[in-house]
């Protein structure tokens, strides 16, 4: 079963063609990632998918339901490109809050787990909007992962963060048992997080296929980086 559906999906921002066609679905449990040049509506796509905004053509399904219901909230993690907890909030009430929004069983425990998950412990009485950028961004990823979501979008997780937490979120995501997609610059994270890639390109997939069929396209040695580099530019 496809548990993320995209099917022919059109939007516009004025004049701009964010999304123009753009079509792909994720088997439930797959771990993919949306790669693509700066533009080509990798942030539109997750932003429809989350339900934050509508598409003007096309259907997206989640699991069979529209993105935005109640059911599908329940079993989403959505983390955007500029993600903003509270900012009045410390750090564990952010955790308490939101756990509690998403009626997880026990929202004092849960976040006392997701701050040693994410080493935020430091920080538990600190604003939100207090913090460096980096640990926003720890904050933001523990409280999209609360609710141990079963569809998980990342827009860029790993920006801001430091090598040590980079390791250390990459190995939270590995272990988790969800269908995934995220969008990224960085290759190693797709090649290490996920085993299949779209690539969009002016709001339409230019290519889609496993990791290791992207690598059989490269010459003897090429970086995967390379690869990607050459198919992005094809479509000029
Ligand atoms: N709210 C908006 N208003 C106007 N244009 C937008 C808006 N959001 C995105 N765009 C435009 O849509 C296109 C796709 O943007 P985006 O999805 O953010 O791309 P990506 O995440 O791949 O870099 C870009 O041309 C961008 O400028
Ligand atoms: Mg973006």
Redesign the pocket.
């Known amino acids: 079963m496809d548990c993320i559906i995209v099917n022919n999906v059109y939007k516009k921002?004025?004049s701009?063609k964010?999304l123009h066609n753009l079509s792909f679905s994720i088997p439930c449990g797959g771990r993919y990632a949306l790669l693509?040049?700066?533009?080509?509506?990798?942030?539109?796509?997750m932003?429809i998918l989350a339900g934050l905004l509508k598409p003007d053509q096309g259907e997206v399904y989640i699991k069979g339901l529209r993105p935005g219901d109640k059911q599908v909230k329940r079993i989403l993690g959505y983390l955007p490109?500029d993600p903003m907890p509270y900012r009045i909030l410390t750090v564990r009430e952010n955790l308490e809050y939101i756990s509690s929004l998403r009626g997880v069983s026990n929202p004092k425990q849960r976040a006392e787990e997701m701050m040693d998950l994410l080493d935020l412990r430091q920080y538990e009485n600190v604003q939100a909007g207090k913090l460096s950028r980096g640990n926003q961004q720890k904050l933001a990823i523990a409280l999209v992962l609360l609710h141990n979501p079963e569809i998980v979008l990342l827009?860029e997780p790993l920006n801001y963060l430091d090598i040590p937490t980079q390791e250390r979120v990459i190995g939270i995501l590995k272990q988790m048992n969800a269908t995934f997609l995220v969008?990224t610059h960085i290759m190693s994270i797709a090649t290490r997080l996920t085993d299949h890639v779209i690539v969009?390109s002016r709001?339409t997939v230019i290519w889609s296929g496993s990791i290791s069929e992207l690598r059989a396209m490269g010459r003897e040695d090429e970086p995967i980086e390379s690869i990607v580099a050459r198919l992005m530019s094809n479509v000029g």
């Open positions: 921002f004025g701009i964010a693509g040049p700066n533009g080509a509506g990798k942030s539109t796509t932003k490109e827009d969008s969009i709001g």
